[in-house]
């Protein structure tokens, strides 16, 4: 029950958000007019895909004005009626080709700046070298240092933890896979992440310009996460998310583009829910099922969020709740784990959950703050970071965080490093089914003996996937 009246009081509304504990300073305008402006839109999904061209050539007969966009491949079409036309004579022209109707929710921006000073305890008030002189002095010789610097122990224990103190990347650096970011894309400056970027197939859905700057910083956390992991891995930002929010229907457009351009990998740290009874979130339901079904046809890894409220999934189903697109079948859905092995206190969890990967806890297992099990990534060099980062000494270009958006990169990360491994071994591209076999062969079961609710089929590890390859 308390869960039920928690759900209620937060959830009453479908909502996209960037599923960590944003932890952002406040996003700088790029001065560009952002498409989604929240107008009225209408989605059709089509019978039959193939009809896509033929249905599009109606509603711009009817009505030449309107701004349309059209996903081939599953059939979608997104209307968005600014024009104020009659909608309802379009409708009555293509209703033959019409699967499912509905209005796409928008995306909304992350909360800023959710840990506040107050959480932070009075024994972390302090630069994290202990010696403020010493921390300035080596940062003034080492402008950059790598995430898996001492420097930045504790916060660095995750990726030790993910690559068994980094003996993965004696097997394979990910030299032979993709990754695409569908996310706030990234800051494409970040000495730690700019040679990973390939800007060659990006894209900006946000905004009509080419333009992929990260103006909320949460893409490159994620992205700092995949370089450390992978670090020849080639990582392409899909914008999804400006400082207004966004549009479903970008993300859903983003996850069939990225397979069409051949990623090994799809990352979504991104998530929602969804009333199942609703007609609008029917339709986005099965939007996204289609899309990710395609992706994986496509040769595409699939890997999402199970999301931060620390919710069961499962009873959630029961009150005709869902959350996407982490989840779906088609989709790899991640939980996070703590420093002990136990689930974080605001990962969800359920049957729908396949692994488990580090997420960092501003708290410990008895509720009391602890901020040495929260972990480190890249941040924008340009932001000032955190409150709680400067009081700890954290560095401009880097932020403390938690979430399972932090969880999601590092099994994106393994399996790329997986595909790469195959690929160098054998010549082809193994299949989806095949990197999830190495991924669950090479995990730690953390819970109940087998697969269980909290971490799936267990917690991943990069390095035991690798050498599980040679046998």
């Known amino acids: 029950m308390q ?18 504990f944003p932890i952002y300073s406040s996003a700088e305008s790029n001065n560009l007019v952002e498409k989604n402006d929240f107008q009225e839109n209408y989605t059709y999904l089509l019978k039959n895909p193939k009809q896509t061209k ?16 059209a996903i081939e491949d599953i059939g979608l079409i997104y209307v968005e009626n600014s024009k104020n036309a009659d909608v309802s004579k379009i409708e009555n022209k293509i209703i033959k080709y019409i699967d499912d109707k509905g209005e796409l929710p928008n995306l909304i921006p992350p909360y800023e700046d959710t840990i506040s000073p107050n959480k932070i305890p009075n024994e972390a008030k302090k630069p994290i070298l202990n010696d403020s002189k010493k921390f300035n002095q080596f940062n003034t010789n080492i402008k950059s240092p790598s995430l898996n610097s001492k420097s930045f122990m504790p916060f660095n224990w995750y990726l030790e933890d993910l690559t068994s103190d980094y003996k993965s990347l004696s097997i394979d650096k990910g030299e032979h896979s993709t990754i695409a970011l569908i996310d706030s894309g990234v800051d494409m400056e970040h000495p730690l992440i700019k040679r990973n970027i390939d800007l060659t197939l990006a894209k900006n859905y946000v905004t009509d310009e080419m333009d992929i700057t990260d103006e909320l910083g949460h893409g490159t956390t994620i992205a700092g996460i995949i370089s450390n992991v992978a670090p020849q891995t080639k990582i392409v930002p899909y914008k999804v998310v400006g400082t207004t929010g966004g549009e479903s229907v970008w993300v859903i457009d983003a996850i069939i583009d990225a397979a069409n351009n051949d990623s090994d990998v799809i990352n979504l740290s991104v998530g929602t829910y969804f009333i199942k009874s609703e007609k ?30 620390g919710f069961d999934l499962d009873e959630l189903k029961e009150l005709k709740f869902k959350h996407l697109p982490g989840g779906l079948h088609n989709v790899v859905t991640v939980s996070s784990n703590t420093k002990n092995n136990n689930l974080a206190y605001y990962s969800n969890f359920g049957k729908e959950v396949d692994f488990s990967a580090p997420g960092g806890s501003l708290f410990d297992e008895n509720g009391f703050d602890n901020t040495n099990e929260m972990i480190i990534t890249t941040f924008p060099i340009n932001k000032m970071n955190t409150s709680l980062d400067q009081s700890l000494g954290i560095p401009q270009g880097y932020t403390l965080t938690e979430g399972t958006s932090y969880s999601v990169p590092q099994v994106s990360a393994t399996a790329a490093l997986i595909i790469s491994e195959y690929i160098e071994r054998t010549g082809n591209q193994p299949s989806v089914k095949r990197v999830l076999k190495y991924l669950e062969e090479g995990s730690a079961d953390i819970g109940e003996p087998g697969r269980d609710n909290y971490f799936g089929e267990g917690k991943v590890n990069a390095y035991n996937s690798l050498r599980m390859m040679n046998k």
Not at 54 to 69: D, G
Not at 282 to 308: C, D, H, P, R, T
């Open 3 to 20: 869960l039920i009246k928690k759900y209620f009081c937060i959830l009453l509304c479908s909502s996209f958000v960037l599923v960590s």
């Open 54 to 69: 033929e249905v599009l050539e109606i509603i711009k007969k009817q009505s030449p004005s309107l701004n349309t966009t």
């Open 280 to 309: 609008e979130d029917k339709l986005l339901i099965k939007a996204y099922k289609k899309a990710v079904k395609y992706a994986k046809s496509k040769g595409s890894v699939v890997i999402a969020s199970a999301g931060n409220d």
